[in-house]
């Protein structure tokens, strides 16, 4: 028998032998697959494997560059496309919110005579809130340009808007953030 490891085939011809094995058999390449990485204990080092290696992000690029093949992963993956994108925005907004916490975080003995001849909306609530919440600013922003949000919303200011929120909690914040994605639309 011959060792594989010491054949002369190159890369190209022994991926064509296989693929032969497997129409013998009466398979698919993506059926090896599939079963390759499926939840089975007798291939769980196979699946480790396959996630751990960067081969299912050049599979998606090498299938993005056909037609055919991209247009079926933007309408299949869509809707998971989205559920990501969403609760990516949600989590990095919500580290943001709690980020900016303390801006709004004031006891009575913060209150001196001092502070309120001297109160500026700016420096005490505009400016940190711009350097601690850049990404959830740029969505206000976005939905505040809306047509139908300057319709509606006769006093647009974001941080007014962001003031609103820092009294929320994160399942409003997903509500709110999706609520705008359907604004923006």
Do not use: Y
Not at 87 to 110: G, L, P, Q, R, T
């Amino acid at each position: 028998m011959v060792d594989p490891s010491e054949s002369s085939l190159d890369e190209e011809a022994k991926i064509l032998a296989v693929l032969k094995i497997l129409r013998g058999l009466r398979m698919m390449f993506t059926d090896l697959i599939l079963h390759l990485i499926s939840q089975r204990p007798s291939m769980a080092t196979w699946r480790e494997g396959f996630v751990r290696s960067k081969v299912l992000v050049q599979f998606l690029n090498v299938l993005s560059t056909d037609e055919r093949a991209s247009e079926q992963l933007r309408v299949s993956l869509r809707p998971f496309a989205i559920a990501l994108a969403i609760a990516m925005v949600v989590d990095e907004v919500d580290a943001e919110m709690e980020a900016a916490k303390h801006i709004f975080h004031m006891s009575s003995k913060d209150v001196a005579p001092e502070l309120l001849l001297s109160f500026n909306l700016d420096t005490l609530l505009t400016e940190p809130l711009q350097e601690t919440t850049p990404l959830l600013r740029r969505i206000l922003l976005s939905a505040m340009q809306t047509v139908r949000a300057v319709k509606e919303n006769k006093h647009q200011n974001v941080d007014r808007t962001l003031f609103k929120l820092s009294f929320g909690n994160k399942i409003e914040l997903r509500e709110g953030l999706e609520n705008l994605l359907v604004l923006c639309q």
